[in-house]
C-alpha cells in the first residue's frame, strides 16, 4: 500500500528527494535547535531554497523536541518550510510523543496557513536514530488522529529516500490504515 484516503484527505508515500516535490505547497524539514541547516534533510532544503532560508529560520529558534515553526520556502517550489526539531532516539525521554507533536505541530501550521498539501521526510530517522517502523508508526498513527481535525490540509505526502525506507513505510500504512 503506498496510498490511502481517509476522509478527504489522501495520504501518499513517494520515493524521492523533498526538496524536489515541486506539487506540494509545504515541506517539513527536519531541522535542528538552532535552525541553521545541517545534514541531511536540513542541508537539503537549505541548500535548495538559499541563504534567504538560513537568515528567515534562525530568529525563530532556537526550537525544543516537538516544536514547529514556518517560514518561506525561497527558491524552493514550495511556498512554505515547516521546521521541526524531532527527538534523539534513546536520549529524549518520551520520544515517541515528541515525534507525535512534530507531526500534529507541524499539521497545525498547515492548518493555520491555509496549506493543503504537505511533503514530510522521515523525521528522526537520519542522524537522531530513530528506528524506522517504530517512527513510521508514531507517524501514521498521528496522522490518523489528527486528520480529523483538517479543514485546509486534503494532502500528506512521505517523501522517502531509499528502497528499505519505502518498503517499511509501505508495510506499517497497511497495519495502521488497512
Not at 531554497?49 to 520556502?73: H, Y
Not at 530517522?125 to 517504530?134: E, I, Q, S, T, V
Request: proline share 4%; charged share 25%.
Amino acid at each position: 500500500m503506498d496510498e490511502v484516503t481517509r476522509g478527504a484527505i489522501k495520504l501518499e508515500l513517494k520515493h524521492g528527494n523533498i526538496a524536489a516535490q515541486n506539487d506540494m505547497d509545504a515541506v517539513v524539514n527536519a531541522a535542528n535547535a538552532q535552525l541553521s541547516g545541517g545534514g541531511g534533510v536540513d542541508g537539503a532544503l537549505h541548500r535548495a531554497a538559499g541563504p534567504k532560508l538560513k537568515k528567515a529560520s534562525e530568529p525563530k529558534g532556537p526550537i525544543e523536541p516537538g516544536e514547529a515553526v514556518i517560514t518561506q520556502g525561497f527558491n524552493l517550489p514550495n511556498k512554505y518550510v515547516i521546521h521541526c526539531l524531532g527527538p534523539v532516539y534513546g536520549q529524549d525521554e518520551t520520544e515517541d510523543e515528541l515525534l507525535a507533536n512534530c507531526y500534529k505541530n507541524a499539521l497545525k501550521l498547515a492548518e493555520e496557513n491555509g496549506i493543503e498539501s504537505i511533503a514530510f521526510p522521515a523525521i528522526s530517522c537520519g542522524a537522531f536514530g530513530y528506528p524506522m517502523r517504530k517512527a513510521a508508526e508514531v507517524a501514521f498513527k498521528t496522522v490518523n488522529e489528527e486528520s480529523v481535525h483538517f479543514a485546509k490540509v486534503k494532502l500528506i505526502r512521505f517523501v522517502l529516500f531509499g528502497e528499505e525506507a519505502m518498503e517499511i513505510h509501505k508495510e506499517v500504512m497497511a497495519e495502521v490504515f488497512g
